[in-house]
């Protein structure tokens, strides 16, 4: 199988903007939890927006799927790790 060539600018644009995206995600979802609206709906806005540059991205080569996934776990490990520096859990994980 031949593998599509790779810009490798777009490649850790889709990185960051995935990683973004999912960090925004996770404080959208504890803005909800939290039963705060303006946040939240500030939130949402916000994940729809920076989804866009990796949507556009994979979906005109689909190797860019495999950066989108990294990005993907990037954003949402460190910002739940960054959640529970801000706010700790109270219990084991």
Do not use: C, K, Q
Not at 4 to 33: H, K, Q
Not at 45 to 69: C, G
């Amino acid at each position: 199988m031949i593998l599509p060539s790779v810009d490798p600018l777009i490649a850790l644009g889709v990185v960051a903007s995935t990683a973004a995206t999912d960090a925004v995600y996770v404080l959208f979802n504890a803005s909800v939890s939290e039963r705060r609206r303006f946040a939240a709906a500030s939130w949402s806005s916000l994940w729809y927006l920076l989804s866009a540059f990796a949507v556009i991205s994979y979906t005109s080569n689909w190797i860019y799927v495999l950066f989108a996934a990294t990005g993907s776990w990037i954003g949402g490990f460190f910002s739940i790790t960054a959640l529970n520096w801000i706010r700790p859990r109270h219990g084991g994980e």
